[in-house]
């Protein structure tokens, strides 16, 4: 167990809606990061917070928005979904801005 | 763009024998990680490399990073059926938050 918690594990949902993936980092840290793995992409990195502010961002759609709120947890939103969307969805967190990251168990969402 | 390539994708192997993986990237890396992910999970922090020609040893494992920081090996002594998994290898860099790059993994089989 890292510590990392994922809500909800599993979400199966239709195209064109919008779901909330919600992220709780290990405590005491302040970076949150998400990743998408696909069959077809891998492990891609989506966008990284710390302390509340983006500090970092990968290949993350316009699509999809996400934000850190005062008590560390992130939220992740995919909107307008296509069937494409359909993969893991993964939260990891650090200490600090740098360093080791620890991911979590994952969300894994069904776009049908 | 930096890429990862990872050998070979499958590997199904018999309990006690021995296996390398391997892991080339397109440039230099800045930090050298390798992760296992089991099904249902997210991956988890083998270890970290960062000079060039470093060896590292965890148990059975054994991780080499090449001298010119471009390639890495993991080499598993008498492979066990708790070693099945996803091995990825990863470039972490700093410059721009703390992003990971991931190569495609190496899926391990080890059948008792």
């Known amino acids: 167990d890292s510590g990392v918690t994922q809500t909800p594990k599993h979400l199966i949902t239709a195209t064109g809606q919008r779901v909330t993936l919600r992220c709780s980092p290990r405590?005491?840290?302040?970076?949150v990061y998400w990743y998408q793995q696909s069959l077809d992409q891998g492990l891609q990195f989506l966008i990284q917070?710390?302390?509340?502010?983006?500090?970092a961002k990968g290949n993350i759609l316009e699509r999809f928005s996400a934000q850190q709120f005062p008590d560390l947890h992130s939220e992740l939103n995919l909107s307008s979904l296509e069937l494409g969307d359909s993969a893991l969805y993964f939260c990891?967190?650090?200490?600090?801005?740098?360093?080791?990251?620890?991911f979590g168990p994952g969300t894994r969402l069904t776009v049908l | 763009t930096q890429l990862l390539e990872q050998s070979p994708q499958f590997l199904s192997i018999q309990e006690g024998e021995n296996l390398t993986v391997y892991c080339n990237s397109s440039?230099?890396?800045?930090?050298l990680q390798w992760y296992r992910q089991e099904p249902g999970e997210g991956p988890v922090l083998l270890v970290t490399?960062?000079?060039?020609?470093e060896v590292k040893k965890l148990k059975r494992l054994t991780f080499q990073f090449g001298d010119a920081r471009k390639d890495s090996s993991l080499h598993i002594t008498a492979a066990q059926p708790g070693d099945t998994g996803l091995y990825l290898c990863?470039?972490?860099?700093?410059?721009?938050?703390?992003?990971?790059?991931f190569g495609g993994g190496t899926r391990l089989m080890v059948k008792p």
């Open positions: 990891a967190s650090s200490v600090l801005e740098t360093g080791s990251q620890y």
């Open positions: 440039s230099v890396f800045s930090s």
């Open positions: 990863a470039d972490l860099n700093n410059n721009a938050g703390n992003m990971l790059t």
């Open positions: 405590s005491g840290d302040l970076s």
């Open positions: 917070y710390y302390n509340g502010e983006e500090r």
């Open positions: 490399v960062v000079t060039g020609g």
